[in-house]
């Protein structure tokens, strides 16, 4: 293995930290403490392990976190009930409900209903427009944590050929949009794309985001680029456990890229963080103080 490897752990560890900087400044200098709230419907196991964590890191950095479990039996209405009375919650400055939810509830619907001001995962559609139009905005937590892993590698990305592998409404199209921004030339393409390996070739920092496990070998990579692997798929192994692997062969990627993310330690810590950012800066833009500027990946 030739190709550096993108330390997304540690990182993630490094913004958690100014982040919790930030908010012992908010409490002493305002008074203000940001909250997340967190609403989880079901029993996915999966699931809960994510809203655990979440949980943890919140009130590691010294914020409020607000976990909502609510049985799979939960209508629709109840739910977006639960989204009004936090969003009329002042304490309450950042919501995020799990996906995936019960058949019974549309996802869209939920998302819509989420004030698009504590909308720190980024998938209301007015964020999105707000993104797409390059007016200042939350950022969708993933997208912008592969774009801190990028930056963490080259300090400027213009100029750059990028390409997303993933066209999803999560990360395929907001990450196109904020690679844009830096002035990198974007190229997004799917399963119906002609020549995938061959598109996938030109890129200087290839995105992957299928969610199809080792679906990319090194056929894909040209010589040195940089890869972020988005993919977390579990598989079984030879002894029945299931390992955590991504959409990207890394050892085999690895030696021919110049960096990549490893999976697990890569894309996934630096969700959370981002998460975590969007928070802190929701609460500062809803008390009209200054948005903190923790990372040169964000403008």
């Not at 009130?59 to 009930?81: Q, Y």
């Not at 509830?105 to 964020?127: E, S, W």
């Not at 937590?141 to 774009?147: E, F, N, Q, S, V």
């Not at 990028?162 to 907001?174: H, T």
Request: charged fraction near 15%; aromatic fraction near 2%; include cysteine.
């Amino acid at each position: 293995m030739s190709a550096h490897l993108i330390d997304g752990t540690a990182l993630s560890a490094e913004l958690r930290g100014k982040i919790a900087q930030a908010v012992t400044r908010l409490k002493q200098q305002h008074d203000l403490t940001p909250g997340l709230a967190v609403v989880l419907v079901g029993t996915n196991p999966a699931s809960e392990v994510y809203v655990r964590n979440k949980a943890a890191k919140t009130t590691a950095v010294g914020m409020r976190s607000f976990l909502h479990t609510l049985p799979d039996t939960t209508s629709e209405a109840e739910l977006l009930t639960l989204v009004a009375d936090l969003n009329a919650d002042p304490a309450v400055h950042g919501i995020l409900v799990q996906l995936p939810l019960p058949a019974q509830i549309d996802p869209q619907k939920v998302i819509a209903a989420i004030d698009p001001d504590k909308d720190v995962d980024g998938l209301h559609p007015l964020t999105a427009g707000r993104l797409a139009t390059g007016l200042p905005g939350i950022k969708p937590c993933t997208p912008l944590g592969c774009l801190i892993l990028a930056k963490s590698v080259h300090a400027s990305l213009a100029g750059m050929e990028a390409v997303i592998i993933g066209r999803s409404n999560i990360v395929g199209k907001p990450l196109a949009h904020l690679l844009l921004a830096e002035n990198a030339t974007v190229t997004i393409a799917h399963s119906r794309s002609r020549d995938l390996p061959g598109i996938a070739r030109r890129a200087d920092l290839l995105c992957v985001a299928v969610g199809r496990p080792e679906m990319v070998d090194k056929s894909f990579v040209k010589p040195g680029a940089t890869v972020i692997d988005v993919g977390i798929n579990r598989v079984p192994t030879a002894s029945g456990m299931r390992r955590l692997v991504g959409d990207v062969a890394l050892a085999e990627v690895a030696e021919i890229a110049g960096a990549i993310t490893p999976v697990p330690g890569g894309v996934g810590p630096m969700t959370i963080a981002c998460l975590l950012l969007n928070t802190l800066q929701a609460c500062c833009a809803a008390n009209r103080l200054p948005k903190p500027a923790l990372s040169s990946a964000i403008a």
